[in-house]
């Protein structure tokens, strides 16, 4: 399909969702109403511009299922996000959702390279978790054989990797590197598994902790995004001849970037911003204007050239830790932080407030193969690196290797401890 024959398409497709919304579900109706818009007012792409947005709260405000429409009847399946903070969000699919969003899965394992008669080790998360039953579709949609594994049990996923010779994985960055760190611990060398594609999602990864894994696998890793209010991991996937940014299916979602201080701002390519989604094709639950809090950047199309793709996203505009003014982003941590021979990519970032000043202290396992002495010399240069680069002043706490909790799905890298009081802050 021609650029051109995509976007009429969308248009066609963006009419329909915005009518669709706007007459079953009130939330819509509502929000439209309030800003003055009728479906009637979008007859170009950018028209998209002049409607509200979406947002998390307004989805929790319609708990559980006051999004949906379509009659329940016609829901086939929910899922529901992690809900950390508040209640979860809940997203339902009708037998048509199901299907996109199986293909767009199997799309993202076609860019990684899959190929007929490959074997697919899901350790996606199962159950109200888009990722484990997302990918399980895809995977067979594309013709391929799933090994439904889950997350967690560690030493049987490690044993179905060597016995069942899967050659790609799916799974999330930081548990594919907890699985790394207990094959090293029993003396086995992961270079020697038959996995040769990993496809990595869920959670922001940097180009550092790619390396890390590519090394430490020997395989290709790839990025796929996704979120669960749009659908579930599918949305985006990386090629693996190219991997330099997701390829979103534009034939499904329609993409913008808005200023991330500024959202009346939608930034043309190439600048970035917080990235914003509105479904095309979704019935169950039609989401117009979704404010991912993600940020990225659109770029021209590599694998599929008619297509956009977003830079990989490294934080949240809700990740960013302000320290005594200054900005960071985890991922800003952990780039530099890879950068030190003897440390490695297991960390937290512990924030405390032990007088009136907020304090950060980056605490990070030393490589099993270093001394705590070179680890610690590493430690000081991360924390000059970190000072010069990202303009703050941070404490670095070295420990021995496997002393920090290991992630079996998405890492929870900052730990706030601000709010508690001073006997429970971690002792250091
Ligand atoms: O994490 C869906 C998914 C499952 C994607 C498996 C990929 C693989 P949620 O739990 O709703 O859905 O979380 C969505 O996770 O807004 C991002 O902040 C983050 N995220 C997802 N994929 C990536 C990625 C799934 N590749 C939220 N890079 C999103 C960075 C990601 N962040």
């Not at 290991?406 to 971690?426: H, M, N, Q, T, W």
């Amino acid at each position: 399909m021609s650029r051109e024959e995509l976007e009429a398409l969308q248009l066609e497709r963006l009419q329909w969702t915005v009518r669709h919304a706007y007459e079953n579900v009130q939330m819509y109706k509502e929000k439209f109403d309030e800003a003055g818009v009728t479906p009637d007012d979008l007859q170009t792409l950018a028209d998209i511009a002049k409607f509200p947005f979406t947002t998390k709260d307004d989805l929790r405000r319609n708990y559980p299922f006051k999004t949906f429409a379509v009659p329940m009847d016609q829901v086939r399946r929910i899922h529901a996000s992690s809900g950390t903070t508040g209640r979860p969000t809940v997203v339902g699919y009708t037998d048509h959702d199901l299907d996109k969003w199986a293909q767009g899965f199997a799309r993202v394992l076609r860019l990684a390279g899959a190929r007929k008669g490959d074997l697919v080790h899901n350790a996606y998360g199962y159950g109200l978790f888009t990722g484990g039953i997302g990918a399980h579709d895809g995977i067979e949609r594309a013709g391929l054989t799933v090994i439904p594994m889950s997350g967690g049990q560690t030493d049987r996923q490690i044993q179905m990797i060597h016995d069942f010779k899967p050659r790609i994985i799916t799974v999330t960055p930081s548990y594919l590197l907890t699985i790394l760190d207990k094959m090293r611990q029993e003396g086995l060398d992961a270079r020697d598994t038959s996995l040769e594609i990993a496809i990595l999602g869920a959670e922001p990864w940097t180009e550092e902790m790619r390396r890390e894994i590519e090394e430490g696998f020997d395989l290709k890793a790839v990025d796929i995004y996704g979120l669960s209010e749009l659908m579930g991991p599918g949305v985006s996937g990386e090629s693996v001849e190219f991997q330099d940014g997701s390829t979103i299916w534009e034939d499904l979602f329609l993409p913008e970037i808005v200023d991330k201080d500024d959202l009346t701002k939608v930034l043309p390519d190439g600048e970035e911003g917080e990235l914003v989604f509105t479904s095309l094709t979704k019935e169950a639950m039609p989401i117009i204007r979704y404010r991912t809090k993600d940020l990225s950047v659109l770029l021209p199309g590599d694998a599929r050239p008619n297509m956009r793709r977003m830079r990989k996203v490294r934080s949240r505009t809700d990740d960013m830790i302000i320290l005594r003014g200054v900005n960071m982003f985890p991922s800003q941590i952990e780039e530099l932080a890879l950068g030190q021979a003897a440390l490695s990519a297991h960390y937290n970032l512990e924030l405390t407030r032990p007088k009136r000043m907020d304090e950060l202290t980056v605490v990070i396992e030393r490589r099993p193969e270093f001394t705590m002495e070179e680890a610690e010399a590493c430690g000081r240069a991360l924390q000059h690196d970190i000072k010069i680069r990202i303009g703050s002043s941070v404490r670095i706490h070295v420990v021995d290797p496997n002393t920090l909790a290991r992630s079996e799905g998405k890492a929870k890298r900052v730990l706030d401890f601000r709010d508690r009081p001073i006997a429970e802050y971690p002792q250091r």
